[in-house]
């Protein structure tokens, strides 16, 4: 028998606008940011996880808009949440990676590569692999940023990820 996989989501109110989480029964998959387009999220689940069914249901998303609304308070720096990540190999790598940049730290797309052992000129390979991240804030890609610390490319904008790494205390402002 094939696994019928259901898809569960939410739209929470946070700090930032209102953030759309999705979840498979194994983990959160999907944050959508304030400013990208619901239907586009909803699209991109359906291509990812063709799912027999999508359904709306915010108590199967409670821990984790609890530890994001944390997060946004600031306090909470770290999640633990279990996770249902979908993307390429490089792309998980290079998801891995940034989820080791801690909280308050920020890391170049270069860095990222070589962290990965690999050139300098994999950074755009890096960069669309980060701007490709499904899971915003909990994977935080916010935190990278291009050569030099310019703020670079964020799926939510640049005013909000530059919010986002002031309440870090990354960047000051």
Not at 95 to 108: R, S
Not at 131 to 160: D, F, K, M, Q, S
Request: hydrophobic share 45%; charged share 15%.
């Amino acid at each position: 028998m094939v696994e019928q996989r259901i898809v569960s989501h939410a739209t929470i109110d946070s700090p930032i606008g209102q953030l759309w989480l999705a979840a498979t029964p194994k983990g959160l998959c999907c944050v959508g940011l304030p400013g990208q387009g619901r239907e586009e999220l909803a699209a991109w689940v359906g291509r990812r996880l063709r799912p027999a069914k999508i359904v709306q249901d915010a108590a199967a998303l409670d821990a984790a808009a609890a530890q994001l609304i944390e997060y946004l308070n600031q306090d909470r720096q770290v999640f633990d949440l279990p996770l249902d990540v979908y993307g390429t190999l490089f792309q998980q790598q290079v998801w891995a990676q940034v989820a080791l940049i801690p909280y308050g730290v920020t890391a170049t797309y270069g860095e990222v590569a070589r962290r990965l052992g690999r050139s300098l000129g994999a950074a755009r390979a890096v960069g669309a692999a980060v701007g490709a991240n499904p899971l915003p804030l909990v994977i935080p890609c916010h935190r990278v940023v291009g050569a030099g610390g310019a703020l670079t490319g964020y799926g939510g904008g640049l005013e909000i990820k530059a919010a986002l790494l002031r309440r870090e205390g990354a960047i000051e402002g």
